[in-house]
Nanobody, 128 residues
Framework: QRQLVESGGGLVQAGESLRLSCAAS????????IGWFRQAPGNEREGVSC????????YYADSVKGRFTISRDNAKNTVYLQMNSLKPEDTAVYYC?????????????????????WGQGTQVTVSS
């Protein structure tokens, strides 16, 4: 059974950085599209970024372009989300999600319903 585990969240000040990790057991993330989503209290779950399995192409939400970077380390079966220049509005629970069949278009907003497997989330809090 596939299990995704996020880590790396925490409390930082505006302008600082965090790197989130999404590790998997029971499957190889290399064969999946991996997405990062976030959800703040009272808000809908928002797609932040995605990396495709086949060509490694990526998607970023407009709100994080130029600040966040998604990457894979296949040897560690882990996907990372490097978050720089964090803002208070980035505060949310961050989730990673995986799907073996999805291809994330670089210009299309992510749909959480397209991803089959989810982690439990990690809290990111950015203070002003």
């Amino acid at each position: 059974q596939r299990q995704l585990v996020e880590s790396g969240g925490g409390l930082v000040q505006a302008g600082e950085s965090l790197r989130l990790s999404c590790a998997a057991s029971g499957s190889t993330l290399e064969s999946h599209a991996i997405g990062w989503f976030r959800q703040a209290p009272g808000n809908e779950r928002e797609g932040v970024s995605c990396i495709n399995r086949s060509d490694g192409s990526t998607y970023y939400a407009d709100s994080v372009k130029g600040r966040f970077t998604i990457s894979r380390d296949n040897a560690k079966n882990t996907v990372y989300l490097q978050m720089n220049s964090l803002k208070p509005e980035d505060t949310a629970v961050y989730y990673c999600a995986a799907d073996p069949d999805l291809y994330c278009d670089t210009d299309t907003v992510l749909n959480a319903l397209d991803f089959r497997s989810w982690g439990q989330g990690t809290q990111v809090t950015v203070s002003s």
